[in-house]
T-cell receptor, first 113, second 116 residues
Framework: KAGVTQTPRYLIKTRGQQVTLSCSPI?????VSWYQQTPGQGLQFLFE???????NKGNFPGRFSGRQFSNSRSEMNVSTLELGDSALYLC????????????FGPGTRLTVT | AQTVTQSQPEMSVQEAETVTLSCTYD???????LFWYKQPPSRQMILVIR??????QNATENRFSVNFQKAAKSFSLKISDSQLGDAAMYFC?????????????FGEGTQLTVNP
């Protein structure tokens, strides 16, 4: 099976712009979670989607949003970018059952200038 | 809310030696999962080992084993016969088994250096 893929891998945006990141889970997986990784805050949970519904949400402002499509692919959107949004954004997929492992993608490195 | 703490920002070990990485967590839940993830320079997060809180037996995966002390809320990772490829950032993570979802709470990470 192919692993979790994230596109694009690298992105440079200007403050005030918006950005959309994409995550394709492993085939058959129905859950996709998003994490932000920064040197200062570490790894922080953004949100999780399961069968096109948001199942969990972390403590991020409303500028951060996401969605999941019927094929389980997920997108996250950040509007009105701030310098502090520069980070590695990781997504993880799992089948969705309670005991299931999560498999991470390679991440998208977002730089906001 | 659950918290995970890794008190060792950096650790180093000689190749072929054994090293132990520490992790403590705080939770009021009784049913949960604990994980160790490895993040090499490529930034790809790789699951190293997992432990179910209801299991008293410590998990092992080849050269990797854990010391799970539920009462003390401690979850350390032992790497035996360290190899150069073990050099990476290691994260301890918690996941509730009492609420739905796959949300992971991570510690700050421990950067492991393996010296030849």
């Amino acid at each position: 099976k192919a692993g979790v893929t994230q596109t694009p891998r690298y992105l440079i945006k200007t403050r005030g712009q918006q950005v959309t990141l994409s995550c394709s889970p492993i085939s058959g997986h129905r859950s996709v979670s998003w994490y932000q990784q920064t040197p200062g805050q570490g790894l922080q949970f953004l949100f999780e989607y399961f069968s096109e519904t948001q199942r969990n949400k972390g403590n991020f402002p409303g500028r951060f949003s996401g969605r999941q499509f019927s094929n389980s692919r997920s997108e996250m959107n950040v509007s009105t970018l701030e310098l502090g949004d520069s980070a590695l954004y990781l997504c993880a997929s799992s089948p969705g059952q309670e005991q299931a492992e999560q498999y991470f993608g390679p991440g998208t490195r977002l730089t906001v200038t | 809310a659950q918290t995970v703490t890794q008190s060792q920002p950096e650790m180093s070990v000689q190749e072929a030696e054994t090293v132990t990485l520490s992790c403590t967590y705080d939770t009021s839940e009784s049913d949960y999962y604990l994980f160790w993830y490895k993040q090499p320079p490529s930034r790809q997060m790789i699951l190293v080992i997992r432990q179910e809180a209801y299991k008293q037996q410590n998990a092992t995966e080849n050269r990797f084993s854990v010391n799970f002390q539920k009462a003390a809320k401690s979850f350390s990772l032992k790497i035996s016969d360290s190899q150069l490829g073990d050099a990476a950032m290691y994260f301890c993570a918690y996941r509730s088994a009492e609420t739905s979802g796959s949300r992971l709470t991570f510690g700050e990470g421990t950067q492991l250096t393996v010296n030849p």
